[in-house]
């Protein structure tokens, strides 16, 4: 059984670029697939990046354009590379990993990290 932890939120200003980190722990990511969500205050939570797996990326048509996901060579950790923020970017990050295969409309993942609060304002 894998443990996540995301790190790397923060307070940012408008136009800025952050870096999020989900850590693995207890295994290696390899064979999982591990994608991002966010949840704004009052709102759904919604995924917001394509789908990565060992050697592999999931596009998403829905994914944010200004978002990149990314595995490390050693598949412990998984990170969310994210651009020009808005204050609408506003919400909690989990990142979330699935033993099956996972495609662009699942929202049911195996596993979570606690989430890290990304604020965007000026």
């Known amino acids: 059984q894998v443990q996540l932890v995301e790190s790397g939120g923060g307070l940012v200003q408008p136009g800025s670029s952050l870096r999020l980190s989900c850590a693995a722990s207890g295994r290696t990511l390899e064979g999982y697939h591990i994608t991002w969500f966010r949840q704004a205050p009052g709102k759904e939570r919604v995924r917001v990046s394509d789908i990565t797996t060992t050697g592999l990326t999931i596009r998403c048509t829905d994914s944010k354009d200004r978002f990149t996901i990314s595995m490390d060579n050693a598949k412990t950790t998984v990170y969310l590379q994210m651009n020009s923020l808005t204050p609408e970017d506003t919400a909690v990050y989990y990142c979330?990993?699935?033993?099956?295969?996972?495609?662009?409309?699942?929202?049911?993942?195996?596993?979570w990290g606690q989430g890290t609060q990304v604020t965007v304002s000026s």
């Open positions: 979330a990993a699935t033993t099956g295969w996972g495609t662009c409309d699942l929202v049911s993942y195996d596993y």
